[in-house]
C-alpha cells in the first residue's frame, strides 16, 4: 500500500481479555518497529524486527506482550490478559533500513486501545 | 545505549513569533537525528532528519535544525510561527544498528 496501515483504530476491551493489533508495512521495507505512546511519556520502543534477523523485544514491558511478523510483512502485537495500564495508542511503523539508517522511519496512524 | 532529552515538555509562542525547541542526544559516534510532528489526532510526519554532511538542514513547512556535535545537541528552529504549528514535536535517534528511540516530546501552543 501506500504507507502504514494499522488496524483497528480503534480498541475498547476488557481487563483480562487479550488483544491483537495488526501492521501493515510498507511494502519492500524490511525493518518494522512497534511503539506505545501514553499520555505524557512520549513514544515508548516495544519491539523491532529487521529482515530476518531474530527481533529486538528488549522494550516490551512484560511477558503479556508479543509480536511476530508473517513472511517478512504483515506484523501482530498481541496482548494477553490486558491491564487498565495497557491503555495507550499503540504505533506501528517501517523503514527501509534499521534503525533510521539513511532514512526515515514512516508511521501509521496507530490503534487506540482502551481498556475497562 | 542511545537516548534522547526534549528538556521542555509544553512551550507557548505567539504567531509570528521565533520558535526554538531543544533536543539533546547520548549516543558514542554520530547519530542519524530527526524531528517528527505530531498534530492532534494525526499520525507522526517527518519534519527533517540529519545524517551527514551539512550540520544545518532544511526540513518542510519552513522548520530547520541544527546538529552541534560538541553539544551534543539538534535544535529544531522555525524563523516565525504559525498557529498550524500547534502539534507536538518529537525529537529522535537512530544509530544505524538499532531502533529509534524518542524523545518524550514538546508541545507547542501558539497564541494569537
Known amino acids: 500500500g501506500a504507507g502504514v496501515s494499522q488496524s483497528p483504530s480503534n480498541k475498547v476491551t476488557e481487563k483480562g481479555k487479550d488483544v491483537e493489533l495488526r501492521c501493515d508495512p510498507i511494502?519492500?521495507?524490511?525493518?518494522l518497529y512497534w511503539y506505545r505512546q501514553s499520555l505524557g511519556q512520549g513514544l515508548e520502543f516495544l519491539i523491532y524486527?529487521?529482515?530476518?534477523?531474530?527481533?529486538?523485544k528488549s522494550g516490551l514491558p512484560s511477558d503479556r506482550f508479543s509480536a511476530e511478523r508473517t513472511g517478512g510483512s504483515v506484523s501482530t502485537l498481541t496482548i494477553q490478559r490486558t491491564q487498565q495500564e495497557d491503555s495507550a495508542v499503540y504505533l506501528c511503523?517501517?523503514?527501509?533500513?534499521?534503525?533510521?539508517?539513511?532514512?526515515?522511519?514512516?508511521f501509521g496512524q496507530g490503534t487506540r486501545l482502551t481498556v475497562v | 545505549a542511545q537516548s534522547v532529552t526534549q528538556p521542555d515538555i509544553h512551550i507557548t509562542v505567539s504567531e509570528g513569533a521565533s520558535l526554538e525547541l531543544r533536543c539533546n542526544y547520548s549516543?558514542?559516534?554520530?547519530?542519524?537525528l530527526f524531528w517528527y510532528v505530531q498534530s492532534p489526532g494525526q499520525g507522526l510526519q517527518l519534519l527533517l532528519k540529519?545524517?551527514?554532511?551539512?550540520?544545518l538542514v532544511q526540513g518542510i513547512k519552513g522548520f530547520e535544525a541544527e546538529f552541534k556535535r560538541s553539544q551534543s545537541s539538534f535544535n529544531l528552529r522555525k524563523p516565525s510561527v504559525h498557529w498550524s504549528d500547534a502539534a507536538e514535536y518529537f525529537c529522535?535517534?537512530?544509530?544505524?544498528?538499532?531502533?529509534?528511540?524518542f524523545g518524550k516530546g514538546t508541545m507547542l501552543l501558539v497564541s494569537p
Open positions: 511503523a517501517s523503514s527501509s533500513k534499521i534503525g533510521g539508517g539513511g532514512t526515515e522511519a514512516f
Open positions: 511494502s519492500g521495507h524490511t525493518a
Open positions: 524486527f529487521q529482515g530476518n534477523s531474530a527481533p529486538d
Open positions: 549516543y558514542g559516534a554520530t547519530p542519524y
Open positions: 540529519y545524517f551527514s554532511g551539512d550540520t
Open positions: 529522535a535517534v537512530g544509530t544505524g544498528y538499532s531502533t529509534l528511540t
